[in-house]
C-alpha cells in the first residue's frame, strides 16, 4: 500500500511558468489538504477538500489553485509562478474532514527563480 | 480557532522522559488536542489525539487538565531517533462538515536527543 504519494519529489521552475503538483492517496479517504512549509513558519494550510468534488480555501489561497474531481487525486496548480512561491509542499489527507488523523505525502520541493 | 503556544526547542538525553507541555488558554468546548512529530525532509506523522484527562497509546501519553487550556505530550525514555518537530495542534472535533479548513501547525517544538 503506497498511501500518499506526490509528484515531482523536487522542482526548479522559472517565475511565470505553470505548474501542477500531483498527489493521489490510495487509502479512499474523503479529506485532502495541500499545506505550504517554509522556514520560521511551521506548516500553513493553503487548500482542502472535505470530498470529492468539492474544494475550499485554507489560510493561504493566492496564487493556487486545487480540483478534486475523484477520490484519489488532489492536484495543486500554480497558474504563474512567483519567487515566493517557493516552499516545500506537503499533500495529507484523512477519512473524513474535522480534525481526524492527517496522513502526508513526503512532499515536494519547489524553487521559483 | 485556538491558538497553541509551546517551546520552541528541548534538549534530552537517551533513555529520559520528556514532557513537552502546550498551552491553548482559548479551546472550545467541541476542540481536540492533537500532536503530530516531523523528522527532517518528511511530512508530519500523527502521534495522539485527546480530549480530556489521559489518553495513551504505544508511542506516547497525552495529559490534559480539567479546565483543558494545556496539554503536556510524554515521550517515555526517548532515544536518538525520537529528534524530530513536534507539533501540537487544536482541532475541531466533528465529522464530514467539520473544521478541515481549520487544521493552524505552529512552528513546533524542536527535539534533540543525545547520547
Known amino acids: 500500500i503506497a498511501g500518499i504519494t506526490q509528484a515531482p519529489t523536487s522542482q526548479i521552475l522559472a517565475a511565470g511558468r505553470r505548474m501542477t503538483l500531483r498527489c493521489t492517496q490510495d487509502m479512499r479517504h474523503n479529506a485532502m489538504y495541500w499545506y505550504r512549509q517554509d522556514l520560521g513558519l511551521g506548516l500553513r494550510l493553503i487548500h482542502y477538500?472535505?470530498?470529492?468534488?468539492?474544494?475550499g480555501k485554507g489560510e493561504v489561497p493566492d496564487g493556487y489553485s486545487v480540483s478534486r474531481a475523484n477520490t484519489d487525486d488532489f492536484p495543486l496548480t500554480l497558474a504563474s509562478a512567483v519567487p515566493s512561491q517557493t516552499s516545500v509542499y506537503f499533500c495529507a489527507s484523512s477519512v473524513t474532514g474535522g480534525g481526524n488523523e492527517q496522513f502526508f505525502g513526503p512532499g515536494t520541493r519547489l524553487t521559483v527563480l | 480557532l485556538a491558538k497553541t503556544t509551546q517551546p520552541i526547542s528541548m534538549d534530552s538525553y537517551e533513555g529520559q522522559e520528556v514532557n513537552i507541555t502546550c498551552s491553548h488558554n482559548?479551546?472550545?468546548?467541541?476542540?481536540?488536542i492533537t500532536w503530530y512529530q516531523q523528522f527532517p525532509s518528511q511530512g508530519p506523522r500523527f502521534i495522539i489525539q485527546g480530549y480530556k484527562t489521559k489518553v495513551t497509546n504505544e508511542v506516547a501519553s497525552l495529559f490534559i487538565p480539567a479546565d483543558r487550556k494545556s496539554s503536556t505530550l510524554s515521550l517515555p525514555r526517548v532515544s536518538l531517533s525520537d529528534t524530530a518537530v513536534y507539533y501540537c495542534?487544536?482541532?475541531?472535533?466533528?465529522?464530514?462538515?467539520?473544521?478541515?479548513?481549520?487544521?493552524?501547525f505552529g512552528t513546533g517544538t524542536q527535539l534533540k536527543v543525545e547520547l
Open positions: 495542534l487544536v482541532v475541531q472535533g466533528g465529522g464530514l462538515t467539520g473544521g478541515g479548513n481549520k487544521l493552524t
Open positions: 477538500s472535505n470530498t470529492a468534488g468539492t474544494t
Open positions: 482559548n479551546i472550545a468546548t467541541n476542540d481536540y
